[in-house]
């Protein structure tokens, strides 16, 4: 019998493009169209890939009857209107993060998907990632004992892109510390308090009001004695990229490497001072996937382009969970169950942010998460 396949469409191809040659080898998938404004663009990565089927007009695609499931990659403000519509066209909805930019879209998309039946995944590529999936292997199995305390950050200089990006508050743009933060546990954020610190150029203030340079969020995780931390900056503060994550257990601990390309540290608890802490390589758990796509958890796309002047500048980043997403996705359309995280989980997670952002503007005061993410 012949594996059940799903027709996806994907949508953006900067970024998005790093998965087409995942889809085109995933075993239950049919990477069948792909759409971007710019025409010339569009046929430089639909010819470099074979993709035939072609749109400028996500609209027009759709209405293509084909077509089971999109994969949106668009900018952040498109994030909203493009899961709505393709939703209420009767699509399946994979979605590059946030899931919105106000709280109002996402219990619109929430709506939408308990009215429809259709899925929905923010692809949230950290959970996915190498050294959360070593992390929640540790957690399972026991080792690290009882956790204490979670912290993460997302650093970034954003300085020179174009278009929304100036002056963007930097926990609307949260989910790549908040995700590991809940998804470890399976927890649902329940409620938080944010502080900004410091102050960007007058500037980048004037299209959101939004004076911080840092903002830092203790998270209260609901039904737990657990709380997280996670602290985002954009603009005017001086550090290297880093997306991080530290967990510590009564057991062991878990902490990100301060400089990219060192190793991670793990701690041990009870052992001689100076045999506490050993530096580790995380592995990339390609075993979980189906083979023809196990390797781009380390290899990228741009060697399989049959153009060498495009250029596909992501590879295997954000830690190998390309292949890894597109399995979820696609298996749970297959199996007809919630990808993970499904449409609640992806808003608890998106409005974690908007709710830090109004928390900050606020002097710190507890803003609790909207009853519609908690469930």
Known sequence: MAAKRVNVAIVGLGFGAEFIPIYQRHPNANLVAICRRDRAGLDAVGDAFGVE??????RKLLADPEIDAVHINSPIPDHAWMTIEALEAGKHVACTVPMATTVDDCRAIVSLVKRTGLKYMMMETVVYGR?????????????LGKLQFLQASHQQDMDGWPDYWPGLPPMWYATHCVGPMLALTDATAEYVSCFGSGTIRKELVRKYRSPFAVESTHIKLKGSDLSARIYRSLFD??????ESIDVYGSKRSFEWTLVEGEKH??????????????????????????APIRR??????????KHTHLSFTQGAGHGGSHPHLVNEFVTALVEDRQPYPDARRSANWTCVGLCAHESALKGGRI??????TIG
């Open 237 to 242: 503060t001086a550090r290297q990229y880093r």
């Open 131 to 143: 050294e959360f999936l070593y992390l929640k292997q540790l957690y399972d199995e026991g080792e």
């Open 53 to 58: 089927r072609r749109y400028t007009s996500y």
């Open 367 to 372: 803003v609790k998460l909207p009853a519609f």
């Open 296 to 305: 781009f958890t380390t290899k990228g796309v741009y060697d399989l382009a």
């Open 265 to 290: 540290i793990l701690h041990t608890a009870k052992l001689p001072e100076n045999e506490i802490a050993t530096r580790v390589k995380v592995p990339d758990f390609a075993s979980r996937l189906p």
